[in-house]
Structures are given as C-alpha cells and as structure tokens.
C-alpha cells in the first residue's frame, strides 16, 4: 500500500509566516511610489546577488524552519512537496513586493533566491534528518532527535557566521586574539562552562562516560580551531579554558543525572550575568521598547543574529536540561518568561542597556516549542538509565513523592508574594522608618525592585531546603551541600543585584578593591600582582570578588538553616549529620575570614562587639543566634503532629534572640561624633534620633517574626514544589 502523502502547510506554517512577515515588513512605515511599475521594474533588472554576509545569513536562516516543519516522506513524489515549497516561495516574493512602499527596506531579487535557498535546506536537509532520527525508536526517537538539535544548536551558536578563510593574515590575527584579545566577559566564560556541560550531558545520554569524554576531549580543541579560521569569530584562551574546566566537571560528574542540575545552575548564571552587565546601576531609569524584534532589525545584521541566536540557545539548553531533570517544561518556561523579563526590566537601570521586549517574547516562543516537542518523547531519565545501563540512577528516598499538584504551594506563595510586596511598599514610605531601609532599594522604592526582593528574601529559606533536599539523595550528602548551598547563594544575589542599590551590596559585602589590592600593594606577591596585570582586569576580577565576598555572607545562615533542616525536619541519621557538620565547618571558617578577616568594609566589623572573656566577641553570640532561628524555622515547617510545640519555642526564643543580638552587636559606636549602639543602627530611624530600649525591643520582634515567616514560607513552598523526606 503506498504511503499517504506529506502534510501541504500546517499551523506551523502559519506561525511562521507571521513571524517571517513581521520581520520582513518592519517598521511598517508604507508610503506608496509614485510608479508602481517602473519600481517592480527596477527591482527585477537589480542582478546584484550578494549584499553582504549577515543580510545573506539571515534571508537563509529565515525560511530554514519553513521548510523543515514540512512532514517528510522519504518516497513521496514531488508534486507532494510542492505545496511547501511553492507557499514559502509565494511569500518571498509578495513580502518582497511589499517592501517597495516601504522606504527604510531594500526591495531585491537577490533577498528571494536566498530566501530559496533556505527553504530548500529546511526541506530536502533538515526535514529529513528530522524524520530519521524521529522515526528510529519510535518515543526514544523523537528524544534523541531533541537531543542532537540542542546539541547542534551549540554547534551553530559557536561557529556563527559559519564562513571560513584560509587567508594567512586572517589567522594570525585569530591566533593574536586567542592569546592577547580582550578577555571574555564573565557571562561569556561562564556560558562557554554551561554549553560543554549541556553538550556533555547530552553525549552522556548515549554513550558511556568513557566515549563521551573522549569525544569531547577530541572535538574542543576542532572547534577552537575552526573558529580560528571562521570570520568574525574568535576565541579567546580562557574560553579555552572554561571548556576544560567544564570537561573536568563532566569528568567528575559522570553521569546524566548529576550534569542536568550542575549544567542548568551554570546556564541560569551565564543567562543572569549576560542580562545584567556591566553590574552597575544607575538611579535613573530609561525606557522600555516595547515594539518587539526591532532592535534584531536593524543595525549589524549579523551581531543582531548572533545575539538572537545566543537567546535562542541559554532558553532552549535551560528547558532541555530541565526536562532531563523530569521538571515540567512549560513551568519552567513561564519561570524562564518572568526570569527574563525581570533581567529586561533591570536594565532600565543599567547604563548603555536598552530594556526591550526582544527576549521575553523569545524565550516564550521558545518555552511554548519546547513545551510542544517533550510532550511527545520519553522520559530523559529514562532514556538515560536505558542509555547506560552500567550507571545506575539513584533510587528516591523512603517517603519522596513523585507526582504532586506543583500548582497548590503557588496558589498561596504568589498572593503572600504580592502582599508582602505591597505592604513592604507602604512601609518604607512611612516616617520613622530606618534611613537604611528607605535607601536600599533601586528606583527610590520602585513596587519592581521591592517585588524582586521579595523573591530574594523567600530564597534563604528555600535555597538551603532545596539544597539539603538534593543533597540528601546523593550519595554523599556531604560533598554535595556546600556546592548546591552555593549556587543557592548565587540566585539570592542575582536576586538581589535587581532589587537593591550597588551601594547597599558595597556596604554590606564590601566594595571590590581585589584587584587593587593585588596590583598595587602586592598582598598576593609579584607573580601574582603579575598575573592579574597580564591575564586580568578589573572587569573580570570584579564580579568574582562580588560574588565571593556576598557568599561568604550568604553561607553562614543558609549552612545553619540547611543543617537545622537535617536534623529537624528531614531527621537524616546522627552520622549523617556529623559527617555534614565537618564539611560545613572548614566552609564557615572560611566565611569568617572573608567576611571580617579579609573584609573591604568596616560597616560590618564597627557593629560587632569585640572580644570579651575566653575569647568569645560578637560574633560567637550572633552565630547562636543563627543557629537559634534555624531551629526556629525548622520547627515551623516540620509535618508532626507535634508542630504546636514551635509556637511555645518560638514565644521562648523571642527574648533570648534579643539578648543574643544585644550581646553580639557593639554596645557604643563612636563615628562621625555621634555615639550609639549596634542595635540602635539596625532598627532605629537614624543615627541621632535614639529609640529607647522597650521600643528597640518591639522592632527587633517585628524583625525577627518576619524573618521566621518569610525562611518557613521559602522552605515550605520549596519543599512542596519539589518534596523530598529523606530519611523517615
């Protein structure tokens, strides 16, 4: 019986027409000429074929998805693919046409044969090689075929514009940039980090970590020198080496399961960073362009493809690793849409940022495919497991639930979400309120910035629960929670970065003065005072030092509370939890000594009472008092049917958190001759208008409460949104 013929056009087509037809016909300014005929005329005698390479690069990548949405068959007679072929060519040719009432566009006969010629690669191309690796395994199949094209993704975003020259001087300075270039950004090395651990996640699917290490220790130095050799392209040696790191990472990790999480984490940062560079705010807001895919028309056609295609590419890895991880893909895609338009809305604060509405609109279209081409495959996780049976998955603990209403714990942390921010937003507009707080946030208390801090504030309890949560299904916990602590660090900063002032983060965690400090007073010795001259900069050596300097911050009551968790909540075994405190305690040492030791700020050292008897100052009575919180919120969010006894204990511990406070803080400051107290800092409205204590008293239980219910609100919906009971 012979096959039915392929699908003519499908709802794919038409959205594809839309989109191709925006991009086509933009600004839509038509102004008829004056002789329609002779401008026809004109257009069809120009035999001008080549324009330049990113015009050319992008009429064939334009109606490339034309034709490989096209059903293949690989018998099928030829007048069955002409309905394809013949519509795209149809739209060319009357988008062409439409471009002569349009002054700012180029009407061309050229812009239609590489229009063509795309289509034709989509259809007799990718068309096919679609099907075959659709139609090989049936579910499998079609999994793997995503698979490769996230793979070939990568490929195509690295080796952009894909023309190579054989030109000697060309090379020369290609092997000049990789060796004396202006470094990458940090965004640039930590995305190169994400796409060799997405890559090597996705080689780890289907061949064993022996040949899937192999391979990649063999095609990382190909590509970088193919990029040598490809125009416009270069590579830098420490994007070299951000490959390396990541291939040792892989080397490590080993296995489909642990690169997912590790390669979501680094693609989530790189995306982050990219969108909020050069890290400085400015207190004055620009505009937003809310006319989508204009800035990608106009300008350099070929810099505006590489950065849609970059879009393209963090949305679409960050949605495939997160599919790997058995999350819901369209939930993750609508958090990646908000994720993307708070990155967008921050750059209105950013100095030569333009805030636009590009990449939401992006990262949604690409959300919604995504949603649409999972639905169909097999589970990644067990593709993996099935892939390679010598590595076997980790069995959930006794007690963990594997499906869940994901949308309950949202159905009350969105509305608590949207009053805290609303009350957060009346309060600081109140008299008598700390001059610390009024000044914190960005846009003179802009309801975005304090919406974003919002999410900050619930990430302190939810980082350390999702990471003590992870960390207990790992096969050794230990190992596993500093690093997962720290990446939990990293989001509340970036959080944070779009919520509050650059000068309240250089208050608290210090300003950057790293690479002063190295290059000219040498603390570090010559060669390294040498290296950071050479090798580094400013630019790079600053957001590395932000982000340390803000986890040594960070750590400290994130590794209590995650601790707490253990043994309260998730009440994992007595060893368990020794062997977790010793990994925990070298890191907290650390913490100190950058916080304070090594500090840039005197903010938070005048503020701590110095040492008294035996040695113990301030901060050995602050760290009980983290502790005493963690427990705090630890017993909140425990499932007994004991938890009424948390009221009792938390009624106990309001007193005792003062007294801990009061004994930790200095009890005078003499600075800029006035003279008060730590206390009086934190919770008076300034530094001359003194409280006295019973009302001190009363705000640091307002404090204290808040703290509590914003830490259980974070670690409750973190473990309902993803629950894990290890241990029962």
Known sequence: MPAAPPAALN??????????????????????PEAVLPAIHAMLADSALWSSRGDVLGNVLLFMPWGAAA???????LRARLPVLLGGLALAAALQLMQIALPSRDAAVSDIIWNAAGLLLGQFALAPLIARLQHRGGADGRTHALAYGVAGLWLLSETLPFIPSIDLAHLKAGVNAFLAGTPPSPAV???????????GHIALLRLSARSALAGLLLALPVLALARLVIIHNTVHWQEAAAWAAAWVALLLLRTPARTAPAGFVAMLGALSLAGLAPYGFSMHAGTFNWMPFAGYLEGNMLGNLRELLDTVWYCVALLWLAHAMGARVAGVGAFLTAWVLALESAQLWLPGRSADITPVLTALLVSLLMTHLTRKGTPVRSLAARSAPGVPEHAPSAGMTTQHAWWRPLAWAVPAWLAGTALLSWLISQPGVPYNLRELFLGDGHPLAIALFGLAVLSLGAGPRLAIGRAALAPHPALSLPALLCAGGLLTLALLALSVTGESLDDIAGSNNRYWWVTEREVWGPWAAELFRSHLSQEIVAPVERMV????????????????LAAIELRLPARQLATIAAALAPLLWLCKAIAFDWSSTDNLNELIAPDGRFGWGGGGYLYLLLALAAANIALLVRRTPRRWLAAPFTLAALPLSWWLLSMGLAGEIHKYGLVYSGPQFLLGPDRIELLDRHMLQLRWAGVYLALLIAGSAGAVLARDLQPVRAGR
């Open 11 to 32: 709802r794919w087509h038409a959205l594809l027409g839309l989109l191709i037809a925006y991009g086509s016909l933009y600004p839509f300014d038509f102004v008829l």
């Open 71 to 77: 059903t293949w068959q690989p018998h099928a007679p």
């Open 189 to 199: 090395l930590l995305g190169a980090f994400a796409g060799v651990l997405t890559v």
């Open 549 to 564: 300097r803000f986890l040594a911050l960070y750590l400290p009551p994130a590794a209590f509370l995650a601790f707490a």
